[in-house]
């Protein structure tokens, strides 16, 4: 996250290279550092998988896979014929001793060609049930048995509850120290989510106010408008709150809400993320529907388009109740946030795409203005767009040009494009280069995996044994089902959405 220096040689090994992450993800953002200059110059990528690719066919696929999904467009034959030195594959059987006896003697020729002993990258691209197996063959072959140097990689979901992920801790931890494991939580990666971070430790002006002295409450809306395309078959064993609250709009409130780190020491970071999610109230079995909405999309027209519900979608259960929405309100119980709601909302089929935080101040003590002079009030709002806008706006009260005192709300923005007119790195990009340079400070710890569940464990306990004859409840193209409305209505407020949404929302509807 933080050094500048090129990460010494490497050897990334991908298992599950044939799949949809490496394809989509882990190649185009390893090709992007390539033409950055950020790999170092003795690097070798293995591809394993169990099907049969020749060395050819697979670099093909790679190719566009880049051409399709990369940043910066389509490959440039030269850049890519000098990548694709660099790449090999070899059909793999995960159970069989006799594949990792292969790799093993690969490992070791290609390190004793360079002369050195190289950073072994162990990236976990496939379904979690291989995860233990993959774990205990490493284990065996004693190829990541050097604890400096071998690094594994495991993607979410990281378990399926609280004790499976704790279990699946303890594989790991069995074989690897807690420091060779990088588990993935891809938002952490994202440009704006990591300027969070500078936002609110590089500055002084904002930490006097930042805490429930002047802050009313907090809302984080990570609005999607694609249903569950082809991952049907996992998503409906998962839902929302596992796809998305246990992990990335948790590790969100943390960034809101952790204390100053001392210094960006992972392990630093990190724990005071930990005390953010262990300070998270959580609710008895009889409160939890008080503070949490859950909601299911059915057809509806999306940007003038007609759109299935999700029980009709392929690889999902026709009766399924898993849900596609929550919004929760969840309070934060240490002496910073006490009494202040965090409200978050996520869903599929929303009508914008859209990920959002907005801290909204308190109001003014006395509003010392005549009535006729407020033409619309609004309070003090930072509003943090993480995409696909990436700003930070300011909004408060403005006087109008003219020769009466009348007030509007204004913004005062941040834009990344304006400010850096650069095409930022892909969050896979920062998160595969910090593997490679060791640094763990964008990685979710085993104990922070651990404290995430344990915050949405009452939640889906209750939901697990009590029905939900409601479901569908939300039209595809709606923002969610009324309960999630009525959630935050009862304090009073509303969900907000950007400023910048709605200005696009308005550009779209003139069209
Ligand atoms: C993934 C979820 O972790 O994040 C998906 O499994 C979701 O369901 C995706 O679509 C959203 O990521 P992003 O970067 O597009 O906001």
Known sequence: MISA?????????????????????????????????????????????????????????????????????KAKLE???????????????????????????????????WGVSANRIFYMAIPPSFIETIAK?????????????????????????????RNLNRIICDIFDECQVYRIDHYLGKETVQNMMAFRFANALFEPIWNRNYIE????????????????????????????IQNHLLQLICLIAMEPPVSFNADEVRNKKVDVLRAIRKYSKEKVNNYVVRGQYSEGWMEGKHVTGYRNEPGVDPKSVTETFTAIKFFIDNWRWQNV?????????????????????????????????????QHNRLIINIQPEMSIRLSFQAKKPGLKMIMNPVDMVFSYKDAYNSNPPEAYETLILDTMLGDATLFMRGDQVEAAWEVVMPILNVWQVSSSEDIPNYAAGTWG???????????????????????????????
């Open 5 to 73: 220096r090129k990460p010494d040689p490497t050897i990334l090994i991908i298992f599950g290279a044939g799949g949809d992450l490496a394809w989509r993800k882990i190649i185009p953002a390893l090709y992007n550092l390539f033409l950055d200059g950020w790999l170092p110059d003795n690097f070798e990528i293995i591809g394993l998988d169990l099907k049969t690719f020749s060395n050819e066919k697979f670099k093909k696929r790679l190719k566009e896979g880049i051409d399709n999904f990369s940043r910066s467009g």
């Open 341 to 377: 709601p965090f409200y978050v909302r996520t869903g599929k089929r929303l009508p914008e795409r859209t990920s959002v935080i907005t801290i909204q101040f308190r109001p003014v003590p006395h509003r010392a203005f005549p009535v006729e002079s407020i033409e619309s009030w």
């Open 79 to 113: 850049d890519w014929k000098k990548f694709a030195a660099s790449v090999s594959y070899q059909k793999a059987d995960f159970t069989s001793v006799e594949s990792f006896k292969k790799l093993s003697h690969r490992l070791n020729e290609i390190e004793k060609k």
């Open 137 to 165: 063959q490493l284990g065996k072959s004693h190829i990541a048995k050097d604890k400096n140097r071998a690094r594994i990689v495991v993607e979410k979901p990281f378990g399926h509850d609280f004790v499976s992920a």
């Open 217 to 244: 409450h907090v809302q984080i809306t990570v609005a999607e408008q694609v249903g569950v395309e082809h991952r049907g078959g996992y998503y409906d064993h998962a839902g929302a709150l596992r796809d998305m």
């Open 481 to 511: 089902p009324e309960e999630a409305e009525a959630l935050v209505a009862r304090d009073g407020n509303n969900w907000l959405i950007s400023p910048a949404i709605s200005n696009e929302t308005k550009k779209k509807k003139s069209k």
